[in-house]
């Protein structure tokens, strides 16, 4: 094509040394509707290739650009039209088609051309995900490497079997910066995770600025605070508000946690006057759960409740706002019904819809709200009867979607309560099938929780969320209909070379054959 055109070769010395093979149209995490490989349509990328993307296309085209200028030292350049004549990648947004949705592309890769389709950005992003899979693993590296950039032949139909794509970091344990937070929203949008769940308070820290309440950072972020004291540290709004456009960016939305009644105790510390008897708990560094409540007869309590809700609604332009609702063992039952039915409803108050662990199903009030279930059996008869009256669910199962479960029991970090979470048993259920009485309409998705009582790094981050992470992704993303081990291991075995590239430290599990 270039010769025909007169244009100069590709630069391809050196390009029959490189060891690794090509992807085929198959290879993608999470795997797609519908893929139709054709032979003798690979599309070469070369240094007078295009990124064509105008409009509301364009940020896509950049980032995309940004992406793949690093290893091909093609400069890429985002242009609003390209001529026909040369190679182009083209991010095209309409016309609506009702079956991509909002988060749906269409990705046709010819000798000419690579062309994405979508409705929205969001489903243009989505493809260009899927693209950077099909090129080469060198790819993701840092430097130019020599070799032939080709993109395999034919189509893909694409779009998620479930809205809701979640993965959880918990700060509140050991505190992670905003930049280390960012390299995870990073991480996890490859594998078109679409919510960044931040579990910002808990007995041994808390995490975010509150402007009507500032003790809670500066003495529930101190240093000092978080599990064996070395998780101090907390996030302002401003980097708050950073990290929400930095995840928009990404088509990831972020939802904000603070967990009550209970696992409150780092509050109580900083505000005494949110406990019954006005007496500041101790400071707690120990990995205990189900101790602290606050106090469900104090208007004090509702007071704070609501100053916090308040205040992370109008930081937070996401739909949700998680209030947490588990493991409140300091509190009766009844006054958790009471406390649950008075707060609820303030969330909608600020515009937001309610979210919290599945015991907040017990409270009526929870018909509007949605619930995470984080159980580990396949019936339970509160969250059916709830998910029945309208309550949406967000499945979590601790024994299949915990990320900071052990691999085995030889893994260095992570806990074992719910077991050990090996990558074929993080991959190997159905979300829409788990729960009796909690059918697939009642589904809003998936996520995948990782708690930090062990983990201080993003070393140790990446180490628990991947693989498993990229197996909790697909059961969000694909249709049932695809679900199948072998495949997915395969997929995953020659994903791994691209975590070793991009400097993500993943768990290389032996269930799987590595390249
Ligand atoms: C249970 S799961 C908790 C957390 C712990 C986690 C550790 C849930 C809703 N609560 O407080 O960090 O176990 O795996």
Redesign the pocket.
């Known amino acids: 094509m270039a010769a025909a055109l007169g244009l100069p070769a590709v630069a391809v010395a050196g390009a029959a040394e490189a060891t690794s093979t090509s992807p085929t149209l198959n290879s993608v995490i999470p795997t797609p509707v519908e893929v139709h490989p054709q032979a003798d349509a690979a599309f070469r990328l070369g240094p007078l290739t295009l990124v064509r993307a105008a409009g509301g296309a364009r940020a896509v085209g950049d980032q995309l650009a940004r992406a793949l200028r690093p290893a091909t030292g093609y400069p890429l350049p985002v242009v609003p039209i390209a001529p026909h004549a040369l190679p182009t990648i083209s991010l095209v947004l309409g016309p609506a088609e009702p079956l991509l949705g909002d988060e749906g592309y269409r990705l046709t890769v010819d000798r000419k051309a690579v062309t994405i389709r979508a409705n929205t950005p969001a489903g243009l992003f989505a493809g260009t995900q899927t693209l950077r899979q099909l090129l080469p693993v060198e790819i993701d590296a840092v430097t130019p490497q020599r070799r032939v950039w080709t993109v395999p032949g034919g189509t893909i139909l694409d779009y998620p079997r479930f809205g809701y794509r979640g993965a959880m970091l918990?700060e509140a344990?050991h505190f992670h910066t905003p930049d280390e937070i960012k390299a995870y929203i990073d991480e996890i949008s490859r594998f078109k995770v679409n919510y960044l769940h931040l579990?910002l308070a808990?007995d041994q820290g808390w995490r975010i600025q509150i402007d009507s309440w500032p003790r809670l950072t500066t003495v529930g972020g101190a240093p000092g605070t978080g599990v064996d004291g070395v998780g101090g540290g907390y996030l302002t709004k401003s980097d708050y508000r950073d990290l929400v456009r930095y995840a928009a960016a990404r088509y990831v939305t972020i939802v904000p946690e603070i967990?009550m009644p209970g696992?409150v105790n780092a509050a109580q510390v900083a505000y005494p006057e949110l406990t019954c008897d006005g007496i500041a708990p101790p400071p707690r560094t120990d990995?205990a759960?189900g101790y602290s409540s606050l106090c469900i007869s104090s208007p004090t309590t509702y007071r704070f409740v609501e100053d916090v809700i308040r205040e992370l609604a109008a930081m937070t332009p996401g739909p949700y706002i998680h209030i947490?609702g588990?493991?409140a063992h300091a509190t009766t039952d009844a006054d958790y019904l009471t406390f649950e039915q008075r707060v609820l409803p303030l969330v909608a108050k600020y515009g937001k819809t309610a979210y919290g662990?599945?015991?907040i199903a017990k409270a009526p009030a929870a018909s509007t709200a949605v619930a995470?279930y984080?159980d580990t059996a396949t019936t339970n008869p509160t969250v059916a009867a709830a998910a029945a009256r309208g309550t949406k669910v967000v499945m979590?199962p601790?024994n299949k979607a915990?990320l900071?479960?052990k691999y085995d029991a030889n893994t260095p970090l992570g806990?074992d309560?719910?077991g050990f979470i090996e990558v074929r048993t993080a991959y190997d259920w159905d979300p829409g099938t788990l729960v009796t009485g909690v059918p697939e309409s009642a589904v809003l998705g998936v996520e995948a929780?990782l708690?930090?009582?062990t983990l201080r790094k993003l070393d140790d981050i990446e180490f628990m969320a991947f693989p498993r992470l990229a197996a909790i992704a697909e059961l969000g993303w694909s249709p049932v209909a695809t679900h199948d081990w072998a495949s997915f291991r395969a997929r995953l075995g020659a994903y791994g070379p691209r975590w070793t590239l991009q400097g993500v430290d993943f768990y290389p599990s032996p269930q799987v054959d590595w390249s």
């Open positions: 918990d344990r579990h808990d967990d696992h990995t759960v947490g588990d493991e662990w599945n015991e995470q984080w979590s601790a915990y900071d479960m806990l309560w719910a929780p708690w930090s009582e």
